[in-house]
Protein backbone atom coordinates (compact mmCIF):
# COMPACT_ATOMS: atom_id res chain seq x y z
CA UNK A 1 0.00 0.00 0.00
CA UNK A 2 1.20 3.42 -0.94
CA UNK A 3 0.25 7.02 0.87
CA UNK A 4 -0.96 9.33 -1.38
CA UNK A 5 1.64 11.95 -2.73
CA UNK A 6 -0.18 14.79 -2.07
CA UNK A 7 -1.79 14.01 1.66
CA UNK A 8 1.99 13.17 2.46
CA UNK A 9 2.63 16.81 1.01
CA UNK A 10 0.07 18.30 2.58
CA UNK A 11 1.12 17.01 5.99
CA UNK A 12 5.28 18.26 5.19
CA UNK A 13 5.15 20.91 7.34
CA UNK A 14 3.75 19.15 10.40
CA UNK A 15 5.78 16.30 9.40
CA UNK A 16 9.16 17.98 8.72
CA UNK A 17 9.22 20.66 11.24
CA UNK A 18 6.55 19.90 13.43
CA UNK A 19 4.37 23.09 13.03
CA UNK A 20 1.35 23.02 15.14
CA UNK A 21 -1.20 25.56 16.43
CA UNK A 22 -1.41 27.81 20.17
CA UNK A 23 -4.17 29.34 21.13
CA UNK A 24 -2.97 33.30 21.82
CA UNK A 25 -5.67 33.43 24.76
CA UNK A 26 -4.95 31.08 26.54
CA UNK A 27 -1.79 29.65 25.00
CA UNK A 28 -2.90 25.81 24.96
CA UNK A 29 -0.81 24.34 22.28
CA UNK A 30 -1.91 22.02 19.80
CA UNK A 31 -0.20 18.92 17.58
CA UNK A 32 -1.30 17.57 14.99
CA UNK A 33 -2.63 21.85 14.20
CA UNK A 34 -6.36 22.65 15.44
CA UNK A 35 -7.80 25.53 13.98
CA UNK A 36 -10.14 26.19 16.78
CA UNK A 37 -9.52 26.06 20.88
CA UNK A 38 -11.88 23.75 22.66
CA UNK A 39 -11.38 25.84 25.75
CA UNK A 40 -11.73 29.84 24.90
CA UNK A 41 -14.12 28.88 21.97
CA UNK A 42 -15.21 31.92 20.47
CA UNK A 43 -12.77 33.81 22.33
CA UNK A 44 -9.62 31.62 20.64
CA UNK A 45 -7.06 33.10 18.41
CA UNK A 46 -5.55 30.31 16.57
CA UNK A 47 -1.71 30.65 15.33
CA UNK A 48 0.92 28.53 14.19
CA UNK A 49 3.33 27.55 17.03
CA UNK A 50 6.24 25.65 16.04
CA UNK A 51 7.48 22.50 18.93
CA UNK A 52 11.11 22.26 19.50
CA UNK A 53 10.46 18.46 19.59
CA UNK A 54 12.56 17.89 22.67
CA UNK A 55 10.35 16.11 25.54
CA UNK A 56 10.51 12.62 27.11
CA UNK A 57 8.74 9.20 26.62
CA UNK A 58 5.26 8.84 27.92
CA UNK A 59 4.65 5.53 27.10
CA UNK A 60 5.95 3.14 24.05
CA UNK A 61 5.44 -0.27 22.41
CA UNK A 62 7.09 -2.29 20.29
CA UNK A 63 5.91 -3.17 16.74
CA UNK A 64 7.16 -6.68 15.42
CA UNK A 65 4.37 -7.20 13.00
CA UNK A 66 4.54 -4.02 10.78
CA UNK A 67 1.79 -2.63 8.66
CA UNK A 68 2.42 -2.13 5.10
CA UNK A 69 5.53 0.16 4.35
CA UNK A 70 6.99 -0.52 7.56
CA UNK A 71 8.03 -3.86 7.21
CA UNK A 72 11.55 -3.55 7.02
CA UNK A 73 12.47 -1.52 10.25
CA UNK A 74 11.30 -4.24 12.79
CA UNK A 75 11.31 -4.23 15.61
CA UNK A 76 10.90 -0.69 16.00
CA UNK A 77 9.15 1.43 19.31
CA UNK A 78 6.36 3.90 18.71
CA UNK A 79 5.62 5.86 21.45
CA UNK A 80 3.68 8.80 22.77
CA UNK A 81 6.11 11.66 23.43
CA UNK A 82 5.11 14.05 26.42
CA UNK A 83 6.56 17.72 24.70
CA UNK A 84 8.20 20.31 26.86
CA UNK A 85 6.33 23.03 24.94
CA UNK A 86 2.73 21.10 26.13
CA UNK A 87 1.05 18.62 25.08
CA UNK A 88 1.65 15.09 23.47
CA UNK A 89 2.33 13.23 20.04
CA UNK A 90 3.09 9.83 18.82
CA UNK A 91 5.71 8.81 16.72
CA UNK A 92 8.25 6.65 16.23
CA UNK A 93 11.83 6.45 18.67
CA UNK A 94 14.70 5.10 16.57
CA UNK A 95 17.96 3.07 17.59
CA UNK A 96 17.97 -0.25 19.89
CA UNK A 97 14.07 -1.05 21.49
CA UNK A 98 15.91 -2.59 24.31
CA UNK A 99 17.23 0.98 25.36
CA UNK A 100 13.58 2.50 25.43
CA UNK A 101 11.85 3.48 28.40
CA UNK A 102 9.10 5.49 29.89
CA UNK A 103 10.67 8.79 31.33
CA UNK A 104 13.83 8.74 29.34
CA UNK A 105 14.50 12.12 27.99
CA UNK A 106 14.29 12.07 23.71
CA UNK A 107 15.57 14.73 20.95
CA UNK A 108 13.87 15.09 17.35
CA UNK A 109 15.56 13.21 14.28
CA UNK A 110 14.78 13.93 10.65
CA UNK A 111 14.43 10.00 9.14
CA UNK A 112 12.52 8.38 6.51
CA UNK A 113 9.62 7.58 7.98
CA UNK A 114 8.57 5.46 5.48
CA UNK A 115 8.87 4.21 1.35
CA UNK A 116 6.38 3.46 -1.13
CA UNK A 117 8.23 0.40 -2.76
CA UNK A 118 11.56 0.47 -4.44
CA UNK A 119 10.22 3.10 -7.12
CA UNK A 120 7.64 5.44 -5.34
CA UNK A 121 7.74 8.15 -3.19
CA UNK A 122 10.13 8.37 0.10
CA UNK A 123 8.16 10.19 3.22
CA UNK A 124 10.37 11.77 5.37
CA UNK A 125 9.71 13.97 8.64
CA UNK A 126 10.11 13.77 12.82
CA UNK A 127 11.33 10.86 14.60
CA UNK A 128 12.65 10.74 18.33
CA UNK A 129 16.21 9.44 19.32
CA UNK A 130 16.77 8.82 23.17
CA UNK A 131 19.42 11.41 24.28
CA UNK A 132 22.54 9.95 25.99
CA UNK B 1 37.32 43.97 1.37
CA UNK B 2 34.90 42.24 3.39
CA UNK B 3 35.96 38.93 4.62
CA UNK B 4 33.90 36.19 3.93
CA UNK B 5 33.75 32.51 4.45
CA UNK B 6 32.98 29.69 7.19
CA UNK B 7 29.71 31.13 9.01
CA UNK B 8 28.68 28.00 10.96
CA UNK B 9 29.52 24.92 10.26
CA UNK B 10 27.82 20.85 11.26
CA UNK B 11 28.61 17.55 11.64
CA UNK B 12 26.97 14.04 11.48
CA UNK B 13 27.45 10.63 11.77
CA UNK B 14 25.44 7.84 12.27
CA UNK B 15 25.80 5.45 15.47
CA UNK B 16 25.82 2.34 14.41
CA UNK B 17 30.12 0.98 13.59
CA UNK B 18 31.25 -2.28 12.43
CA UNK B 19 34.77 -3.36 12.99
CA UNK B 20 37.61 -4.60 10.29
CA UNK B 21 38.08 -7.63 12.18
CA UNK B 22 33.95 -8.19 11.93
CA UNK B 23 34.37 -7.96 7.90
CA UNK B 24 37.48 -9.95 8.11
CA UNK B 25 36.21 -12.59 9.92
CA UNK B 26 33.36 -13.07 6.91
CA UNK B 27 35.47 -13.05 4.67
CA UNK B 28 38.36 -15.32 5.31
CA UNK B 29 40.88 -12.61 5.95
CA UNK B 30 43.48 -11.29 8.61
CA UNK B 31 42.26 -8.18 10.04
CA UNK B 32 45.39 -7.29 11.36
CA UNK B 33 47.07 -6.79 7.86
CA UNK B 34 44.01 -5.12 6.62
CA UNK B 35 44.24 -2.56 9.15
CA UNK B 36 47.57 -1.96 8.55
CA UNK B 37 47.02 -1.74 5.01
CA UNK B 38 44.23 1.00 5.02
CA UNK B 39 44.53 2.37 8.59
CA UNK B 40 40.89 2.17 9.41
CA UNK B 41 39.92 0.53 12.49
CA UNK B 42 36.20 0.66 12.09
CA UNK B 43 33.68 2.60 10.40
CA UNK B 44 30.21 3.89 10.21
CA UNK B 45 27.14 2.65 8.99
CA UNK B 46 23.62 4.07 8.55
CA UNK B 47 20.39 3.24 10.34
CA UNK B 48 17.89 1.92 8.38
CA UNK B 49 15.87 4.85 7.93
CA UNK B 50 18.84 7.17 7.63
CA UNK B 51 20.01 8.25 3.91
CA UNK B 52 22.27 11.11 2.33
CA UNK B 53 19.07 13.83 2.94
CA UNK B 54 18.06 12.62 6.71
CA UNK B 55 22.34 13.42 7.62
CA UNK B 56 22.15 16.31 5.70
CA UNK B 57 19.40 17.65 7.54
CA UNK B 58 21.04 16.83 10.72
CA UNK B 59 24.55 18.39 9.85
CA UNK B 60 22.49 21.45 8.30
CA UNK B 61 20.70 22.15 11.57
CA UNK B 62 23.87 22.01 13.10
CA UNK B 63 25.70 24.04 11.11
CA UNK B 64 22.69 27.11 11.17
CA UNK B 65 22.39 26.73 15.07
CA UNK B 66 26.56 27.57 14.55
CA UNK B 67 26.38 30.74 12.18
CA UNK B 68 23.27 31.74 14.32
CA UNK B 69 21.54 32.93 11.14
CA UNK B 70 18.01 33.13 10.53
CA UNK B 71 17.26 29.86 8.16
CA UNK B 72 15.29 32.39 5.92
CA UNK B 73 18.18 34.35 5.06
CA UNK B 74 20.33 31.28 3.12
CA UNK B 75 19.76 32.09 -0.62
CA UNK B 76 21.40 28.66 -1.84
CA UNK B 77 21.31 25.29 -0.94
CA UNK B 78 24.31 22.63 -2.66
CA UNK B 79 23.87 19.21 -1.48
CA UNK B 80 27.07 17.21 -2.72
CA UNK B 81 26.71 13.27 -3.13
CA UNK B 82 27.15 10.35 -4.61
CA UNK B 83 24.19 8.66 -2.79
CA UNK B 84 21.51 10.75 -3.76
CA UNK B 85 18.57 8.88 -2.87
CA UNK B 86 16.72 9.63 -5.40
CA UNK B 87 17.93 9.27 -9.08
CA UNK B 88 15.53 12.36 -10.68
CA UNK B 89 14.15 14.68 -7.51
CA UNK B 90 16.94 16.60 -5.58
CA UNK B 91 17.60 15.65 -2.23
CA UNK B 92 18.46 19.45 -1.88
CA UNK B 93 14.45 20.05 -1.95
CA UNK B 94 13.60 17.90 0.93
CA UNK B 95 16.50 19.54 2.99
CA UNK B 96 15.63 22.83 2.18
CA UNK B 97 12.27 22.39 3.42
CA UNK B 98 13.19 20.28 6.29
CA UNK B 99 15.89 23.02 7.37
CA UNK B 100 12.91 25.43 6.73
CA UNK B 101 15.41 27.51 4.67
CA UNK B 102 11.70 29.04 2.53
CA UNK B 103 11.21 29.23 -0.83
CA UNK B 104 12.96 32.31 -2.29
CA UNK B 105 16.33 29.77 -2.47
CA UNK B 106 18.40 28.42 -4.75
CA UNK B 107 19.14 24.83 -5.11
CA UNK B 108 20.72 22.16 -6.84
CA UNK B 109 22.11 18.12 -6.48
CA UNK B 110 25.82 18.02 -6.68
CA UNK B 111 27.38 15.01 -7.67
CA UNK B 112 31.69 14.53 -7.91
CA UNK B 113 31.74 11.11 -6.37
CA UNK B 114 33.68 12.22 -3.27
CA UNK B 115 34.26 15.98 -3.93
CA UNK B 116 30.73 17.18 -4.08
CA UNK B 117 30.26 18.83 -0.80
CA UNK B 118 33.69 21.04 -1.59
CA UNK B 119 32.21 21.95 -5.09
CA UNK B 120 29.06 23.08 -3.47
CA UNK B 121 31.06 24.67 -1.42
CA UNK B 122 33.13 26.49 -3.85
CA UNK B 123 30.01 27.97 -5.42
CA UNK B 124 28.06 28.80 -2.39
CA UNK B 125 31.17 31.02 -2.26
CA UNK B 126 30.71 32.49 -5.58
CA UNK B 127 27.68 33.47 -4.99
CA UNK B 128 28.16 35.22 -1.62
CA UNK B 129 31.14 37.54 -3.21
CA UNK B 130 29.59 38.55 -6.27
CA UNK B 131 26.76 39.85 -3.83
CA UNK B 132 23.75 37.55 -4.85
CA UNK B 133 22.99 35.94 -1.97
CA UNK B 134 23.50 36.78 1.92
CA UNK B 135 24.28 33.25 3.03
CA UNK B 136 24.92 29.54 1.46
CA UNK B 137 24.79 26.39 2.67
CA UNK B 138 26.50 23.98 1.25
CA UNK B 139 26.53 20.25 2.22
CA UNK B 140 28.34 17.05 1.56
CA UNK B 141 26.49 13.79 2.33
CA UNK B 142 27.05 9.94 2.01
CA UNK B 143 25.70 6.94 2.37
CA UNK B 144 28.64 5.09 0.49
CA UNK B 145 28.10 1.02 -0.63
CA UNK B 146 31.21 -1.30 -0.92
CA UNK B 147 30.72 -4.50 -2.93
CA UNK B 148 30.49 -7.20 -0.33
CA UNK B 149 33.54 -8.80 0.01
CA UNK B 150 35.63 -5.96 -2.46
CA UNK B 151 38.17 -3.97 -0.21
CA UNK B 152 35.91 -0.78 -0.11
CA UNK B 153 34.12 -2.89 2.05
CA UNK B 154 35.87 -2.32 4.41
CA UNK B 155 35.82 1.68 4.57
CA UNK B 156 32.94 2.73 2.72
CA UNK B 157 31.00 4.51 5.19
CA UNK B 158 28.43 6.95 5.87
CA UNK B 159 28.42 10.43 7.21
CA UNK B 160 28.44 14.56 6.15
CA UNK B 161 29.21 18.18 6.87
CA UNK B 162 27.16 21.30 6.36
CA UNK B 163 28.93 25.11 6.14
CA UNK B 164 27.04 28.41 6.30
CA UNK B 165 29.48 30.57 3.57
CA UNK B 166 28.88 34.47 4.13
CA UNK B 167 30.13 37.30 5.73
CA UNK B 168 31.60 37.47 9.13
CA UNK B 169 32.77 34.29 9.05
CA UNK B 170 34.84 32.18 12.00
CA UNK B 171 36.71 31.11 9.73
CA UNK B 172 38.08 33.21 5.93
CA UNK B 173 38.32 31.96 2.99
CA UNK B 174 41.31 32.99 1.58
CA UNK B 175 40.99 31.35 -1.77
CA UNK B 176 40.09 28.57 -3.65
CA UNK B 177 41.03 26.10 -6.79
CA UNK B 178 40.60 23.12 -8.74
CA UNK B 179 42.53 20.78 -10.48
CA UNK B 180 40.55 18.50 -12.88
CA UNK B 181 41.70 15.65 -15.29
CA UNK B 182 39.85 13.22 -17.17
CA UNK B 183 40.75 10.02 -15.26
CA UNK B 184 38.35 6.82 -14.50
CA UNK B 185 39.66 5.42 -11.15
CA UNK B 186 36.49 4.55 -9.69
CA UNK B 187 32.93 5.04 -11.09
CA UNK B 188 29.50 3.54 -10.96
CA UNK B 189 26.87 3.43 -14.07
CA UNK B 190 23.52 4.32 -13.59
CA UNK B 191 21.54 1.59 -11.96
CA UNK B 192 24.18 -0.54 -10.54
CA UNK B 193 24.16 -0.96 -6.47
CA UNK B 194 28.18 -0.98 -6.42
CA UNK B 195 30.95 1.34 -7.39
CA UNK B 196 33.73 -0.37 -9.72
CA UNK B 197 37.25 0.94 -9.16
CA UNK B 198 40.84 0.90 -11.33
CA UNK B 199 42.73 -0.90 -7.75
CA UNK B 200 45.85 0.87 -7.65
CA UNK B 201 45.43 3.13 -10.10
CA UNK B 202 43.23 4.72 -7.91
CA UNK B 203 46.72 6.05 -6.45
CA UNK B 204 49.57 7.20 -8.14
CA UNK B 205 47.64 8.96 -11.15
CA UNK B 206 44.63 9.53 -9.25
CA UNK B 207 44.34 10.62 -5.62
CA UNK B 208 48.12 11.84 -5.23
CA UNK B 209 48.42 13.63 -8.49
CA UNK B 210 45.45 15.68 -8.10
CA UNK B 211 45.26 16.19 -4.41
CA UNK B 212 49.06 16.96 -4.76
CA UNK B 213 48.91 19.39 -8.12
CA UNK B 214 45.24 21.50 -6.26
CA UNK B 215 47.52 22.01 -3.29
CA UNK B 216 50.75 23.36 -4.71
CA UNK B 217 48.24 25.41 -7.40
CA UNK B 218 46.66 27.00 -3.92
CA UNK B 219 50.05 27.51 -2.16
CA UNK B 220 51.35 28.93 -5.05
CA UNK B 221 48.37 31.54 -5.37
CA UNK B 222 48.62 32.71 -2.05
CA UNK B 223 52.22 32.71 -1.68
CA UNK B 224 52.58 30.12 0.91
CA UNK B 225 54.22 27.05 2.19
CA UNK B 226 53.15 24.27 4.06
CA UNK B 227 55.08 25.59 7.28
CA UNK B 228 52.34 28.79 7.14
CA UNK B 229 49.52 26.36 8.20
CA UNK B 230 48.52 25.22 11.65
CA UNK B 231 46.53 21.79 10.20
CA UNK B 232 46.06 20.60 7.07
CA UNK B 233 42.95 18.56 5.86
CA UNK B 234 42.98 15.89 2.99
CA UNK B 235 40.44 13.51 1.49
CA UNK B 236 40.57 10.06 3.17
CA UNK B 237 40.16 7.20 1.40
CA UNK B 238 41.70 5.72 3.88
CA UNK B 239 44.21 6.06 6.51
CA UNK B 240 47.20 5.57 4.42
CA UNK B 241 46.68 8.16 1.42
CA UNK B 242 46.52 11.43 4.04
CA UNK B 243 49.71 10.39 5.22
CA UNK B 244 51.21 10.00 2.34
CA UNK B 245 49.98 13.20 0.43
CA UNK B 246 50.87 15.25 3.26
CA UNK B 247 54.38 13.96 3.40
CA UNK B 248 54.85 14.52 -0.55
CA UNK B 249 54.12 17.98 -0.33
CA UNK B 250 55.75 18.64 2.82
CA UNK B 251 53.21 18.82 6.07
CA UNK B 252 54.30 17.13 9.19
CA UNK B 253 52.16 14.43 10.84
CA UNK B 254 51.28 16.86 13.88
CA UNK B 255 49.83 18.97 11.19
CA UNK B 256 47.25 16.35 9.51
CA UNK B 257 46.83 14.48 12.86
CA UNK B 258 43.34 15.96 14.04
CA UNK B 259 41.93 15.45 10.53
CA UNK B 260 41.99 11.64 10.66
CA UNK B 261 38.74 10.83 11.35
CA UNK B 262 38.70 8.22 8.35
CA UNK B 263 40.49 5.89 11.43
CA UNK B 264 37.33 5.55 13.42
CA UNK B 265 34.59 6.23 10.92
CA UNK B 266 35.50 4.61 7.66
CA UNK B 267 35.65 6.96 4.49
CA UNK B 268 32.37 8.64 4.32
CA UNK B 269 32.87 10.06 0.51
CA UNK B 270 31.54 13.25 0.07
CA UNK B 271 31.86 13.95 3.85
CA UNK B 272 35.14 12.93 4.31
CA UNK B 273 37.72 15.46 4.06
CA UNK B 274 34.75 17.62 5.70
CA UNK B 275 34.39 15.90 8.47
CA UNK B 276 37.69 15.91 9.07
CA UNK B 277 37.76 19.85 8.51
CA UNK B 278 34.67 19.85 11.38
CA UNK B 279 36.97 18.03 13.43
CA UNK B 280 40.35 20.72 13.30
CA UNK B 281 37.64 23.82 13.46
CA UNK B 282 36.25 22.24 16.84
CA UNK B 283 39.62 22.23 18.32
CA UNK B 284 41.10 25.41 16.48
CA UNK B 285 42.05 29.14 17.50
CA UNK B 286 41.71 32.42 16.08
CA UNK B 287 44.46 33.01 13.91
CA UNK B 288 44.85 29.80 12.81
CA UNK B 289 45.41 28.78 9.45
CA UNK B 290 44.03 25.39 8.04
CA UNK B 291 44.33 23.91 4.22
CA UNK B 292 41.74 21.60 2.63
CA UNK B 293 42.22 19.93 0.41
CA UNK B 294 39.45 17.12 -1.29
CA UNK B 295 39.58 14.60 -4.09
CA UNK B 296 36.81 13.34 -6.11
CA UNK B 297 37.03 10.44 -8.81
CA UNK B 298 36.67 10.97 -12.39
CA UNK B 299 38.78 13.26 -11.20
CA UNK B 300 39.47 15.92 -9.16
CA UNK B 301 40.64 18.06 -5.99
CA UNK B 302 39.17 21.00 -4.57
CA UNK B 303 42.11 22.93 -2.52
CA UNK B 304 40.80 26.14 0.27
CA UNK B 305 42.73 27.94 2.57
CA UNK B 306 40.87 29.10 5.85
CA UNK B 307 42.09 31.61 8.22
CA UNK B 308 40.40 31.16 11.50
CA UNK B 309 38.96 34.36 13.08
CA UNK B 310 37.93 35.30 16.42
CA UNK B 311 33.97 34.17 16.25
CA UNK B 312 35.24 30.38 16.36
CA UNK B 313 35.23 30.77 20.35
CA UNK B 314 31.45 31.88 20.48
CA UNK B 315 29.97 29.87 17.85
CA UNK B 316 32.13 26.83 18.37
CA UNK B 317 29.60 25.20 21.10
CA UNK B 318 26.54 26.19 20.11
CA UNK B 319 25.90 22.52 18.35
CA UNK B 320 27.36 19.47 18.96
CA UNK B 321 31.01 18.78 18.18
CA UNK B 322 32.38 15.94 15.34
CA UNK B 323 34.05 13.77 18.42
CA UNK B 324 30.54 13.44 20.03
CA UNK B 325 29.25 11.92 17.63
CA UNK B 326 32.19 9.64 16.44
CA UNK B 327 32.25 8.68 20.51
CA UNK B 328 28.31 7.67 20.68
CA UNK B 329 28.90 4.61 18.98
CA UNK B 330 27.11 0.94 18.68
CA UNK B 331 29.28 -1.53 17.64
CA UNK B 332 26.82 -4.21 14.81
CA UNK B 333 27.94 -7.49 13.58
CA UNK B 334 28.18 -8.23 9.83
CA UNK B 335 24.45 -10.12 9.46
CA UNK B 336 23.35 -6.78 11.15
CA UNK B 337 25.26 -4.58 8.32
CA UNK B 338 24.00 -6.78 5.76
CA UNK B 339 20.51 -6.26 6.78
CA UNK B 340 20.94 -2.45 7.69
CA UNK B 341 22.76 -2.03 4.27
CA UNK B 342 19.67 -3.79 2.25
CA UNK B 343 22.75 -6.14 0.69
CA UNK B 344 20.18 -9.33 1.25
CA UNK B 345 17.99 -9.35 -2.40
CA UNK B 346 14.59 -10.64 -1.51
Same mark, same amino acid.
Given at each position: ?????P???????????L????????D???F?????????RRK??????????R???E??????V??S??E????YAV???K?D??T???G?I??????????K??????R??R????????H?G???A??? | ?????I???GA?????R??????A???G?????????L??Q??????K???????A???G??????????P????? &????????? !????? #???V?? %??L *?L??DL??ADF?F?C???TA???C????V?A????????I?AD???G???D????T?????????????? &????????S !????? #?D?W?? %??? *??P??G????????????V???T????????????D?T???????????????A?GLGF?P?????????????N?????????L?N?????????????????S????????F??????????D??????????????ID???Y???R?????
Open positions: MVESVLSWRLQRQRYNIGTRCATCERFPPRNFCPSCGKIEPFQFSGGSVSFTVIRAPGFSQTPGIILEGSISQVGDVTRVEMGRVRPVFRIEDGKEGVIYVKWLEG | MTSLGVGYYVPRFISVEEIRVWEDAETIKNGGVEKSVPDDEDTITIVEAKNALARAGISRTVGA &LYVGSESHP !YAVKP #SGTVG %EA *DGTMVEAKAGAMQCYGLKGVIDYGLAGTSQRPGMLEYASAGGAAFVIGKDP &LAELETTC !YTTDT #SFRR %EGA *DYSHARFTGKPAYFHHTQAQLLLGKLGLKPAFAAVFHMPNGKFPTAAATAQLERSLVVRRIGTYSGSSLLGTVLDAAKPGDRILLTSYGGAGSDAFSLVTDRIIERRKAPATEAYIQDKQHYGTVRLRKLKV
